[in-house]
């Protein structure tokens, strides 16, 4: 079957959708990609949606699949909800071909949750100016939409959340004073984001704040909190973490089992090896990840050896 033929299998309502076939939307180049823009508005909005979740869900399990040719024309669809997932489809995307379409639909999109991805999609911008990967202009127009956003009260408050934790990347003074701003808000939501910020700068200076939300009420604190703690990376917080690691929340406790794989060293790995014998599940699981991250950390060509 050639690609014109898959289409047309694609736009009938008759058809069963094949999810094995959708790996043949990855990598399209420019014919296909204005081909299947021609016949996608068209599909049942059921069947838009699907197709687009579905991908989200193949790209997470394969690296080496790439539907950013179909979450960009998913990211003009009608429907908010193909727009909503298709702009989180394209976190990994890097060209600066994307960000004047992210920032129109930050700034004007009708829906509240694409407005919030897309702001959390430019934050990707954010992350390659610190590494100096980004040219000045394309970063100037990021840092200023965000930063208008951010300082914007009026603005609504998940916008202004995610464009905080989006801006927090870049570790520059007036992202300091947000980030300051936001923890000290006494808005819950703009605290979580602030913290969430504070990881993402990957700066030590937040590290007396983020581990007092450790023992924060709020489990979206703490989540957080232990989150922010292992991309910060400091072996000096291992003991901080080690309660984290029997609390009631699930997703904490994962979060503080995955920060002690990304700070290592040995503290972490002989907490990540009690963690082992956990009655649950998925804490066994997360701990195996991040014991191997550990060893990869330290020996990655034996690692390879040894897979």
């Known amino acids: 079957m050639d690609f014109d033929e898959y289409l047309e299998e694609l736009s009938d309502r008759s058809q069963r959708l094949r999810v094995s076939q959708l790996q ?8 296909q990609s204005e081909k299947l823009d021609r016949i996608f508005p068209a599909l049942d909005v059921r069947r838009r949606r699907r197709v687009i979740h579905e991908l989200s869900e193949l790209v997470e399990d394969n690296v080496e699949l790439n539907f950013d040719a179909v979450f960009i024309i998913g990211a003009r669809d009608d429907d908010a909800g193909v727009r909503e997932e298709s702009v989180r489809g394209l976190w990994e995307n890097e060209s600066p071909e994307i960000i004047e ?18 702001a959390l999609a430019l934050g990707r911008f954010m992350l390659l100016a610190s590494q100096g ?19 914007d009260k009026s603005e609504l408050q998940e916008v202004r959340s995610r464009a905080l934790e989006a801006a927090g990347a870049y570790d520059t003074a007036w992202v300091r004073q947000a980030v300051r701003e936001g923890y000290e808000s006494g808005e819950i939501s703009l605290k979580v984001s ?37 991309l910060i ?8 973490l080690l309660p984290l690691l029997l609390d009631d929340d699930t997703e904490v406790r994962e979060a503080a ?14 907490a990540l ?14 701990a195996a990840a991040a ?17």
Do not use: C
Request: aromatic letters at 4%.
């Open 101 to 118: 379409p992210l920032i129109d639909l930050m700034e004007k999109d009708d829906s509240v949750g694409v407005r919030r991805e897309a």
């Open 273 to 286: 090896m009690l963690m082992l014998d956990s009655e649950s599940k998925a804490t066994r699981d997360a």
């Open 194 to 230: 602030a913290v969430h910020a504070m990881g993402r700068s990957g700066e030590p200076r937040w590290l007396p704040l983020v581990t007092r939300e450790l023992a924060s009420d709020y489990e979206e604190l703490r989540y957080e909190a232990a989150t922010a703690i292992g």
């Open 291 to 307: 014991l191997a991250e550990i060893e990869f950390e330290e020996d990655p060509l034996g690692f390879r050896m040894r897979e």
């Open 133 to 151: 990967r980004l040219r000045n202009r394309p970063f100037e127009r990021v840092e200023a939409v965000l930063r208008r956003v951010v300082e």
């Open 233 to 240: 990376g400091q072996e000096e917080s291992v003991p901080s």
């Open 257 to 270: 089992v995955a920060a002690l794989g990304e700070i290592g060293g040995r503290a972490a790995k002989e």
């Open 24 to 31: 043949r939307l990855s990598q399209l180049n420019r014919e």
